[in-house]
């Protein structure tokens, strides 16, 4: 039986170019480099966050503390840096958001691997506990007088357009980065591979001597690094530090990792996957604020969207098992 | 005798209280295929752990390698240093990962940071592929392959590792008969490249057929090796149980009125213009390779899935099932072909396992349940079953494969069917404990309940049936009376 074989990348790919072409004729904002750009620079932290949940989902875990991990490493990094560090810099404040955030998926690591807790229930309770926490030292305060170098916004590519011009910044690097970083150890490496193994059976993989602990470590290690960054970037963008900025934001992006073609199972999902897939969402959104749709009818169109990819993708499971039989007659 | 692979000597190992292996010696020659034969809880899969380097065997033992000194133990690093490999029944593989990234995953483990290329890994594992002679697409994903394809992925695996000593934990269970034979011709080919394989098999005709020899464990203790020149079934199932087992073809009973009669019944894709009558009181064998449609068509029967065509008749009238629980009120039940994922819930205690399927009954009339009627039930059907089950609220997984499938049968038995559809009821069950499923199948026919037995096992299909139907690609080709053919001829007839 040949069929075009796409792959969830390939489909997905395709059902946003399909949107593109659908709203630049539509619109006559959308096909701006203007709005692409725009669209760019906005999806960046949320594409940060997805690159690292997929490599938790890859490994057959899932974490929904990451982002309010982020808001922490926000503070936390702030503080440090306006308070024993003169302000820091750019280097200095990149470098200690990884650190933070990589300790606090370390924690959530930690707590799953020794103690055997299923992986929703230990970040249930890290999210509970870092939000309660981050609300309480905080006491709900914002803090505005961010650090020089990080309240300038870095402009890296500046191409005139229409109106004004259209710039792409800084972070929309850090994710390209970031991106290539996760897609290089998952791809190219054999501890890549071994996350994927371990993700696809994790008792075929332990007899094979793959460290359990070691892929827990790193996949949710990974992920709070990754927080740590798309905080920084957050806070860089918004100009501010508050602490209910981020929470909220882990279901959407856990949507977006799953319509990539990452599943709760484990051992499926890439970079690309999780980066189309955030891509995808905020595409509608565009399209929809572009075409003057109400902005409540978004949550909705979201929910439908996924539902029915999950839906297509498992049709063939309910259809007649004909390839086995086939398979096994001479 | 410089050509032996391994011995072990006086090998031992305790549980708590009770002695699994009891001062066990064995030998393995350069390039033999021996057998590994015993029933459930001989101490088998122990042995096999402490040559794996799993278990640490109890002070007193020696173990030989060619010319290498003895040693007391064997560790995990030493066994894959001595090239020992052991070919688990699960596969131990990664249904995602392509077929060429499973053969390499050894590498994957040993050096985590080096660089891949996928091109070298492909060439690697076409390189194995081709040594082996097997038809696999390195890419392929696992997952995309059925069971007997991704044995050889896993014996490609091994194979790659530089395995010496192979052990193949019942490697036959899940398989066709052809594709038995593929594998048996590999286990030839492997021996012939010296690497000697030891072979754990409930299937008794393919390990005479394919081993040299045969080491017997009982209990834990050893039994002997024997040659399997000259070795018959009979023969070696009196070593394994240490008792006599008689096995006699049944007397095809007169037939009662029709209970269920299937008219034309199709489904697409799965099997067409299937007619059969399945009569009051009476065993009917339905075989055929896997893939012909036999569970497809119990699935139907029992209202898992919809027929497209065709018509069904129980007692002389249109029966429509639209979900198996019709079925179940039906009076049809079935046993399905997975004990361990679908039969039996194996986290949930003995006492809930063999209620389930009668909640509802148990609850009336006021809507509780009551524990005490529940643990009456279960007794009930241990004793009649002769289970054997110390006590009813442990995991079912505590029991062994036969004791599990009593309950199972026990299960279903206490909705009362009067048609019980069972699906290879004898798979992963050691040799005594058919003969005891096998005698409680036949009571109930003789009780009056209809039963469609479903195997690819020509022998047993040919001993307990009283009549037998031939599913060919989705069709029925067959249909024949045991007693008026040998095992032989139905073997052929199956398989043709």
Redesign the interface.
Known sequence: MPRLHLGTEGVLAAIIVALCVVLGLTTDTFLTTQNLFDLLNNQSVNMIFAVGLVVVLIAGGIDISFAVAASVVQYVVMTLLIDHMGGGNWLLGILLSMAVGGLLGLVNAFLIHRFRIVSIIVTIGTFNLYFGLLMVFTGGVSIYDIPDWLYYSIPLIDLPASRGSATLYLPVVVMAVMSLATGFIL?????G??I??F???P???R????RVGMIHAFAYGWLGLCAGVAGLMQAHIVQEVVPNALIGQELPILAAVVLGGATLGG??GSVTGALLGVLLLAVVQNGLNLLGVTPYAFRMIVGFIILVAITCSNLDKLL???A??????? | MDDIALRAERVSKVFGQSRVLDDVSFELRRGEVLCLAGENGCGKSTLIKILNGVYTPEAGAAFSFGDAEAVSRITPRHARALGIHVI?Q????????SVA?NIV????????????SRRAARQEAREVIERLGVPLDPDTRVEDL?IARRQLVAICRVLRAGARIVFMDEPTASL?R?EVQTLLEITRSLSAQGISIVFVSHRLSEVLAVCQRVTVLRNGALVGTYPTEGMTQTRLSQLMTGRELTLTPRHAACSGEPVLELRHLS????FEDVSLTLHRGEILGLTG?????RT?LAHVLFGMNRPTGGELLKNGKPLTLRSNRDAIRNGIAHVSEDRLHLGLVQNQSINMNTAVTVLDELEKPRGFLSPRRLRELTAEWIRRLGTKVNDAELAVSSLSGGNQQRIVLAKWLATRPEVLILDCPTVGVDVGAKAGIFDIIRQLADEGMSIILISDEAGEIWMNSDRVVVLK??RVSRELTPNAITEASLEEIINA
């Open positions: 791809t190219r490496t054999g501890f591979r071994a994927y193994g993700g696809s059976s008792e075929a993989a007899r094979s001597g793959v051992g499926r007649p098992r004909r086995i039989s086939k398979e096994a007659r001479p | 688990w699960d596969l131990a593989l990664f249904p995602h990962l990234e995953f050894d590498d994957y483990v040993a050096s985590p940071f080096r660089p891949l059925s066709t052809n489904r697409t894709g799965e390779l896997l893939g012909a449609g497809e690609a989705g």
